[in-house]
Structures are given as C-alpha cells and as structure tokens.
Antibody, heavy 120, light 107 residues
C-alpha cells in the first residue's frame, strides 16, 4: 500500500509564498500521476492541480492558475506544490493523492494533509 | 465547469438501514464518477471509481451505480463506522469537481 506524507504547511502572510511537499513510499510513484486537493475549514473538497507521471503535463483549477506550480522529483518519490501570491481564501488543509488511469485519472490513495493558514 | 449536486445534504439513519445518496452532474460525464468517505478530522478515503467499481478493501455493503448525469451511492446495511461525510466527484473534464458533500449520522 502506498503511503503519502505531506509537509510544509504553516502560517504565511497574504502575498507570501509556501512550498508543500508530499513524500511517497513504494515503488509506484514514478509511474503514477498525482494530485493536490484542498479543504477550507468546515468546507468541502476542492481539486487544485494534477501532474502526469513524467511531469510533462499539468492541470490547475482556475482559482490557483498562475499562482501555484506543481512539480515532482521521481528520483526522490516527492511531489511539490509551490504556492505564491497567497490569499486568505487559500487557507485550507492540502492533501496529496495518487491517481490511477482507467480512461481518465481517478483518485486512489490520499495523504493525511498539511494545514496552510494565510493571515496577517 | 461541471457542477455536481448531491442530495440529501445530510441524513440520519439507524444501524442496519439501507441508505442511498444521489449525485447529479450538470452535464453528461459517462461513468467518470468517484465516491469518497471522509470521517471527522480525517483525510478522504476513496470508495468507488468508474461509478460502480469498489476500491480495494472497501466493504461490499457499499455499491455505486449510474451513468451520464445521475449516480447513486448505496450502503446496504449501515454500520456505526459509516458515520462520515460522503462526496462524489467527476473526472470526465477539467477542472475536476466535487459535490458539496452528504453528512451521514448514525441514530
């Protein structure tokens, strides 16, 4: 079973930047697409971004496009989310998840999440 | 963007009851529909993909059905550990979108 461990969350001022990491166990990381999903306090789930297994293809929600970058280091089994120009509405728990492919990518395993608070 | 609408938003049921949650898509999504369970304070857990396929390790009391715009998640015999919020999600188009969630309480 894949295990995912997010890190890098914390308190950041509006307009600031933060980089989240997601360390994956297991040998399947380099062959799996990955996603980030976030959940604002007391709210539902919001998909943020997806990256293909090779890293060549990325997708973003409109709410973060141009401000967030997704990347991965397959040699270190690690996924990243670089967040900049942060806003109060980016405050959320951020989850990483592995994706499987059957026609289109669907969610498989989820990490435990890391909390990002954007506040002055 | 494709809007996903779940009903009901919340429900209360007893152990052993059969429970059904509905998810409607604002346009056809074939069978690219997944269901998730989220217990309080925990990460989401994948339950079902491709509308009706159980993820590995998910109890057989969970089942999914539907296609295009209307989908259902059914729990055949409710157990205490099923108390959670359930989300549907479409993966036919980008951006991926989730339903607003259905909070299931055990009486």
């Amino acid at each position: 079973e894949v295990q995912l461990l997010e890190s890098g969350g914390g308190l950041v001022q509006p307009g600031g930047s933060l980089r989240l990491s997601c360390a994956a166990s297991g040998s399947t990381f380099s062959s799996s697409a990955m996603s980030w999903v976030r959940q604002a306090p007391g709210k539902g789930l919001e998909w943020v971004s997806l990256i293909s297994a090779s890293g060549a293809t990325t997708y973003f929600a409109d709410s973060v496009k141009g401000r967030f970058t997704i990347s991965r280091d397959n040699s270190k089994n690690t996924l990243f989310l670089q967040m900049s120009s942060l806003r109060a509405e980016d405050t959320a728990v951020y989850y990483c998840a592995t994706m499987k492919l059957l026609g289109n990518y669907y969610f498989d395993y989820w990490g435990q999440g890391t909390l990002v608070i954007v506040s002055s | 963007d494709i809007q996903m609408t779940q009903s009901p938003s919340s429900l209360s049921a007893s152990v052993g009851d059969r429970v059904t949650i509905t998810c409607r898509a604002s346009q056809g999504i074939s069978n690219y529909l997944a269901w998730f369970q989220q217990r309080p304070g925990k990460a989401p857990k994948s339950l079902i993909y491709a509308a009706s396929n159980l993820q590995s390790g998910v109890p057989s009391r969970f089942s999914g059905s539907g296609s295009e715009t209307e989908f259902t998640l059914t729990i055949s015999s409710l157990q205490p550990e099923d108390s959670a919020t359930y989300y549907c999600q479409q993966y036919n188009n980008y951006p991926r979108t989730f339903g607003q969630g259905t909070k299931l309480e055990i009486k």
